[in-house]
């Protein structure tokens, strides 16, 4: 019964995406006959619609997908932008050369980020949005805390008594029992939602954004929604669309390390692993450091601390880097 229910969903899958890719080739007949104004405004609410689901974003004159962030349809010097929080998306003029970022009227080096937003609050650093501009969020190694306080991973953060705040992805690798959707999702282990599969794969493979992954009772799930957004699929692909490119949110889970360990990513190996922390780390709120494979809280005089490392020691698409902390390649003018 289960596999005829699958089968059922994918057909459904396939037959909505035939149709969107008609619709596709409808509209680009009209544009080429230059009927483009004739286009009905449900058609192109459609269009919006099948390139949300692919992860991207539609270039309103020739009715295209483009990624948000790389050249796409545009001249040598320009790159594809989302045009506010909309479906839409716009060619524009580069300010600065990659992997520089432009802020306050200036171009910056990536390495420098967190110096540049040390004003906005403690780790942070710049980050370049979905519309190519460039704004101080939390680095690599943190979660949004409460206001504007950006809470360190592997500590306690905003988590119960005896739990640690880790990044989703930390926590699926290593094989946290329980790791809980967002608020106003629940994490299914059964069949359910399966119209959401493409284009949950889509955020994962475009912008590595794994917030729809979870675990119950040691089970691997997807995060559903609670609310049934099958007649409005348009806002809720864009809903989170933007969060893919919004401040991953982390998750409070036990502690996977034996007692007197805590979890840490060691820069020159890049992978997560336990070590023997002193008392301090569990409530530190500025940085861990390793020192002689003993993990501790420290201040300015961090002698190891996590990385963002542009040497793209694996192949990243233009525009990105690889992450030793996160292993994923994320965007240049984020640390």
């Given amino acids: 019964m289960e596999l005829l229910h699958e089968m059922g969903d994918f057909s459904y899958m396939v037959l909505n995406r035939m149709r969107l890719v008609f619709l596709r080739f409808l509209?680009?007949?009209?544009?080429?006959?230059?009927?483009?104004?004739?286009?009905?405004?449900?058609?192109?609410?459609?269009?919006?619609?099948?390139?949300?689901?692919?992860?991207?974003?539609?270039?309103?004159?020739?009715?295209?997908?483009?990624?948000?962030?790389?050249?796409g349809p545009c001249k040598e010097t320009e790159w594809f932008v989302q045009i506010g929080s909309t479906g839409f998306g716009k060619c524009a003029k580069q300010p600065c050369e990659l992997p520089q970022v432009f802020y306050k009227d200036q171009c910056i080096d990536p390495s420098y980020s967190k110096f540049v937003c040390e004003e906005e609050g403690k780790g942070k650093s710049l980050h370049v949005n979905f519309q190519g501009e460039s704004e101080c969020r939390c680095n690599e190694d943190r979660?949004?805390?409460?206001?504007?306080?950006c809470d360190l991973y592997f500590t306690q953060g905003l988590c119960p008594r005896g739990k640690y705040i880790f990044p989703r992805e930390a926590a699926l690798d290593t094989g946290a029992r329980n790791v809980d959707c967002e608020r106003g999702f629940f994490c299914s282990t059964a069949n359910q939602c399966t119209e959401y599969n493409f284009f949950n794969r889509q955020l994962e493979e475009?912008?590595?954004?794994?917030?729809?992954?979870?675990?119950?009772d040691g089970v691997e799930g997807k995060c559903c929604p609670n609310k049934d957004f099958n007649n409005d699929l348009e806002?809720?692909?864009?809903?989170?669309?933007?969060?893919?490119?919004?401040?991953?949110?982390g998750v409070c889970v036990d502690n996977p390390c034996p007692p007197g360990e805590s979890m840490f990513v060691e820069e020159e190996e890049g992978e997560w692993k336990c070590y023997k922390a002193d008392s301090s780390v569990y409530n530190c709120e500025d940085d861990l450091q390793l020192v002689d494979e003993m993990l501790s809280c420290c201040n300015s005089d961090c002698l190891t601390t996590f990385s963002f490392n542009t040497r793209r020691q694996r192949s990243c698409r233009r525009g990105y880097f690889w992450s030793n902390y996160r292993k994923r390649c994320i965007r240049a003018g984020r640390r």
Wanted: net charge negative.
């Fill in 27 to 71: 509209i680009s007949s009209l544009i080429y006959n230059g009927l483009a104004a004739t286009i009905d405004p449900e058609v192109l609410s459609d269009q919006v619609k099948f390139c949300l689901e692919g992860g991207q974003i539609l270039e309103k004159n020739s009715f295209n997908c483009y990624t948000p962030l790389e050249r």
């Fill in 206 to 216: 475009l912008y590595n954004h794994l917030a729809l992954r979870c675990r119950k």
């Fill in 235 to 249: 806002a809720y692909y864009l809903d989170r669309f933007m969060r893919a490119d919004d401040v991953d949110e």
């Fill in 143 to 149: 979660t949004q805390g409460l206001g504007q306080s």
